[in-house]
């Protein structure tokens, strides 16, 4: 602040009709030191002082936002995000709080005044990764002091930060700033307090924070698709997990605000947007009131919503139960009190499938309990709503699901997954596996194994266990799977899973795909890469080959392109484009022609 009031004044003083008393005082001074002997402490009283000036001047008073931009220094922040793709949607929550208050972005962490890690704690492993990055930046502090730059801030932020809280400002001083997934709008005044040498710490959770009011900001202009956090928080309270200790109750978006966000990234040419939550289908926008009235259709019940000015009507077949309840699968109970009323994750669906048909919808992670049947059955009948549904398992065996207190048996899982094949038989499943759980025995693990071969999933993401702090698990549960052992187990599930998508991959060579385009293959500048509707990346040229393709143009980001597909791997399809196309023309092809398959079947 005081190089800045100082820039301040030599400005306002230029400025000034008054500039040759100015000068004409410190000549003035000068002289009648020298012949006095006398100091010019003496006789500065006797002329005008600061004051005097500053008061005539026609600038306004002092202040860093009243400074022209060319003599501001603006503080300049850089990401760097781990884990889960709710920490990718809070960095830009973050980012929008800090570009408001003047921050500029850089990607370079050097150029830095402020280094902001977003964090993971799901697993050890997730944080001792912070703390090797946490040691690399020390390493670029010293080297920043000894060219005698000014070293940048530390902070991290997210779940990790939440966990261990002053902690992590105690460990050999690492860190100058913690700050937990609901402080972000105070980050600007945290790391002014961090300019001064102090540590700033706010990790308080709350039961109200969504961000509704902020729009977040993209940290990279170059992408065509998007992340929209629904929710924040959960209340599932697995025995396992860590999330509902770190991230708090769980609590949703209004979905105006929503439908505003998505709205203005399809302004901008974003193509495909992922809803994000803890439990992204137990969404419930109670924010709003909302009078809810039944008739009786015989076989269905219409349920109106009459939400302010708009009106929504959807059906729910009789097994699933009224309103208040029924946002749930058959078999699948929860351990806590439902809530009642608002708008439900299904309204929130219909409403985003509304706003442009050739926007992609995927939404990441749900809950197998909630999925009732007219979500599957609006999936179903929306073209640009995914046909990928993420139905994280964790395990095969119904006596270890009792133990991580997941709501399900073996069996519900099964039929559940049936029930979703009935009604989208083209559905591509992914899902979450943990190996070596408490109490896992060889047999539990066997019908893992034995799952994984019935559903056959597209994707998985499987981790050996790590026990966490606080959780169930930790209280209640004795960790007495060897570690050897859960390594071996989670070595026999990838093999076993990529050897049965390899095989589901293989099964699309000859088919034609419909992908959205994302840019330069990472391997190769000469290839492109996107995602087919199943969320399978997709490798192909960037110049098709003249007689393989109706275009004479390669194709370009944010496109959509149908792609011949001719090899596969377990995690890759390989093909050439034939023709640009959009979600409404592929859906539209003939059902039955020998070369379309439009969801990855």
Partial sequence: MELLCGRHLVFSIAKL??????????????????KSGKTSRSLLPNGPDLGYFIGRTAFPAVNATSLDSATRVSPKVFFE?????MNSSDAEVAWSVLRSAGYEKVDNPAQASAVLILTCAIRDSAEQKIWDRLEFYKRLRKRAVKGGLVAPKIGLLGCMAERLKEKIIDREQL???????DSYRDLPQLLEKTASGQSAVNVLLSKEETYADILPVQLTDSSCTAFVSIQRGCDNFCSFCIVPFVRGKERSRPIRSLIEEVKSLAARGIREVTLLGQNVNSYRDLSETVAVTYRDLSETVAVTYRDLSETV????????GTPATGNSARGFRSIYKPKVGGLRFVD???RISDIDPELRIRFQSPHPKDFPDEVLHLIRERPSICKQIH??????????????????TREAYLDLVHQIRSIIPDVAFTSDFIAGFCGETEDDHKETLQLLREVKYGVIFAFPYSMRENTSAQ???????????KNRRFQELTATFRELALTINKGRIGTRQLVLVEGDSKRSAEFMQGRADCGTKVIFPKVPPANRTEERRSPKPGEYWEVEIHDASSQVLHGTVVRLSSVRQFTAMPAHSALRTAHCV
């Fill in 475 to 485: 209280k209640r549960l004795a960790d007495d799977v060897p570690q050897e052992v």
């Fill in 17 to 34: 009709p008054f500039t040759n008393v100015c000068l004409n005082f410190g000549r003035r001074t000068s002289t009648a030191t020298k």
């Fill in 313 to 320: 009507t959807v059906g729910i077949s009789p097994q699933q």
């Fill in 348 to 350: 929130l669906l219909e």
């Fill in 81 to 85: 995000i781990h884990g889960c793709q």
């Fill in 175 to 181: 860190v100058d700033l913690v700050a937990g997934p």
């Fill in 391 to 408: 139905l994280p398992a964790q395990s095969g065996s119904t006596s270890v699901l009792k133990a991580m207190r997941r709501g399900y």
